[in-house]
């Protein structure tokens, strides 16, 4: 069965620094586009960031030049850097992979509270 599991949330205090990583089981993730989602308390899911296969990434614009996505081929694994972080960006975290054919797969999500 297909995994996908984010960690790497936790607790920061603003103007702080997360490091999440999205880790695939069963898939080649470097076949897959892959975003990074967070849903706030009370807020629609919203997206954050995201790789194409082809390693082009893009932004909200709420995280620009803050937040960096990545691949680590080597852990199968998708990162994504969260420096300057504000309360702000106090959200569930979760990662998807999708193929161009539509095939999704979501991960479980992992927290991440920012405090003032």
């Known amino acids: 069965q297909v995994q996908l599991v984010e960690s790497g949330g936790g607790l920061v205090q603003a103007g702080g620094s997360l490091k999440l990583s999205c880790v695939a089981s069963?898939?080649?993730?470097?076949?897959?586009?892959v975003d990074w989602y967070r849903r706030a308390p009370g807020r629609e899911r919203e997206w954050v960031a995201g790789?194409?296969?082809?390693?082009?990434?893009g932004y909200a614009d709420s995280v620009k030049g803050r937040f960096r996505i990545s691949r680590d081929n080597a852990e199968n694994a998708v990162i994504l850097q969260m420096n300057s972080l504000k309360p702000e960006d106090t959200a569930v975290y979760s990662c998807?992979?999708?193929?161009?054919?539509?095939?999704?797969?979501w991960g479980q999500g992992t927290l991440v509270i920012v405090s003032s």
């Open positions: 998807s992979g999708s193929q161009p054919s539509g095939l999704r797969h």
């Open positions: 069963r898939i080649i993730f470097g076949t897959y586009n």
């Open positions: 790789i194409t296969i082809g390693d082009q990434t």
